[in-house]
């Protein structure tokens, strides 16, 4: 019999390991209804028209497509299965594809329901997200996104609150990051003043990878797309730009003196910086002329958070759209909102171990017995506690002593209430810490006052 696996890129998690999930996306959320955002939720798959062509070329090809349902090959000649033309076969057996990421599904949920939501239309949404990419470290096929946008409104107010959220999730969870910020007007302003506008798409790709691979290897890739000689060199002073947010702005402002989009861009993050002045933003927040993010619909902001002390890719990342929904035939909605990976997230606190040292969802104590009649007596306990909102459970059936405890040790469980004869008479049960293995006979608000308060 073969063994049973599951697909590369893809994890089970237990209960422990969900716990801690649940206590990110319990964060998330709790801050995102902080803001007033509201969630939705959209299908695992779309259609592949809504998908294909929002992405890029690269994106396009890490969509998973899904088969058409019963004989997909039904209506296809044989001339056209043996011309093995991939993307032409695609198009006539696949008509849905599992979502790439959230914001194109949502803004098709916005012109779909642009009569039952009310503008600006703050939403959040917690949901599984795939892509055909090589699994590697921190990066997944199947991974969690946690996204919060605001559509229909221009307000430089909302990146504002973006930032804010970002402030507040990661003091929560302990992380201490770094968030970039740049602006797509101002990349195309550089692209502008060095002669080469036509060609932003190519230069925003290739300076995003300056993290990874490094100045030579960006003008290298520049120089192979076409950018000229004289481009790139005019390039390397802008991307050296070094100092403070405030004298980055000043030399830029210098810079794109002549390019009226480029000032725009310089502008609205002038704003930005002033409103974060304004509120106290702790997050230390850098202007990285490098930061381009490789999707192509962003038009304004553009945001990256990058962890201090873990070395993985970035862990939150979005931006302004002004045109997403047009693609949808709803003109001039603008939108802006970020995603929090939820999957590296994890990874980041299970590196740095920064998980509380008990979850929500364990149970707090578990009622042993050693018989029949002593388990009966334990249900009107476990009714109680859990009114209450204790955790609680009894173990359910006849076993010896040692192995119920064992269960209790395995589960991480706190406290133990063991129920015999005695205790039975007594109308108690002894109740044991289970870190310093001191033990009570205790009543039910005794009990409740105990497990109430933090083991020691």
């Known amino acids: 019999m073969q063994k049973p696996s599951i697909p590369k ?92 990421d959230l914001t194109v599904p949502f803004a098709r949920f916005v012109v779909q329901n642009r009569d039952k939501i009310t503008f600006p239309f703050r939403r959040y949404q917690i949901q599984p997200v795939w892509r055909a990419d090589r699994p590697q470290k921190g990066r997944y096929r199947e991974f969690y996104q946690c996204d919060v946008d605001v559509v229909g409104s221009d307000s430089l107010v909302n990146e504002l609150e973006l930032i804010q959220i970002v402030d507040e999730v990661y003091r929560r969870l302990g992380i201490r990051v770094c968030l970039k910020i740049n602006n797509r007007k101002v990349l195309s302003g550089i692209a502008e003043v060095i002669g080469e506008r036509d060609k932003i798409v190519d230069i925003t790709v290739a300076i995003d990878k300056m993290d990874k691979i490094g100045l030579d290897k960006v003008n290298e890739e520049l120089a192979a797309k076409g950018v000229s000689a004289e481009a790139v060199e005019k390039l390397q002073p802008i991307l050296q730009l070094s100092g403070s947010n405030a004298a980055k702005l000043a030399d830029l402002r210098r810079i794109l003196a002549s390019s009226e989009t480029g000032l725009k861009g310089v502008g609205e993050l002038e704003t930005i910086f002033s409103l974060c002045d304004r509120v106290g933003i702790a997050t230390p927040l850098e202007l990285d002329l490098t930061l381009a993010r490789g999707l192509n619909y962003y038009t304004g902001a553009i945001f990256e958070v990058k962890a201090l002390d873990v070395q993985i890719g970035s862990i939150t990342g979005g931006g302004r759209y002004d045109n997403l929904t047009g693609v949808f035939g709803l003109d001039g909605v603008s939108g802006v909102g970020i995603s929090f990976g939820a999957d590296r997230i994890y ?110």
Request: hydrophobic share 40%.
């Open 9 to 100: 890129g893809t994890r089970d998690f237990t209960p422990d390991e969900m716990a801690k999930r649940n206590y990110i996306f319990d964060t998330i959320k709790s801050v995102f209804r902080l803001y007033g955002y509201q969630q939705i939720e959209t299908p695992a798959m779309e259609t592949l028209s809504t998908l294909m062509g929002k992405y890029g070329d690269e994106g396009d090809k890490l969509l998973f497509k899904v088969l058409n349902s019963g004989d997909y090959l039904a209506g296809l000649a044989d001339d056209e299965l043996l011309a093995r033309n991939s993307a032409r076969l695609t198009s006539r057996i696949s008509e849905k594809g599992l979502r790439y």
């Open 347 to 456: 990874d980041v606190l299970n590196q740095l171990g920064l998980y509380p040292a008990t979850s929500a969802e364990q149970t707090r104590v578990l009622f042993v017995h050693f018989g029949e009649a002593e388990k009966l007596y334990c249900l009107p306990w476990l009714k109680a506690l859990r009114a209450r909102g204790v955790n609680a459970e009894v173990y359910p059936d006849s076993a010896k002593m040692k192995k119920q405890m064992s269960y209790a040790d395995s589960k991480h469980i706190p406290y133990v209430a063991i129920v015999g004869e005695t205790e039975m008479a007594a109308g108690k049960v002894m109740l044991k810490d289970m870190a310093t293995g001191q033990q009570s006979l205790v009543d039910l608000d005794e009990l409740l006052a105990e497990i109430a308060s933090p083991t020691p």
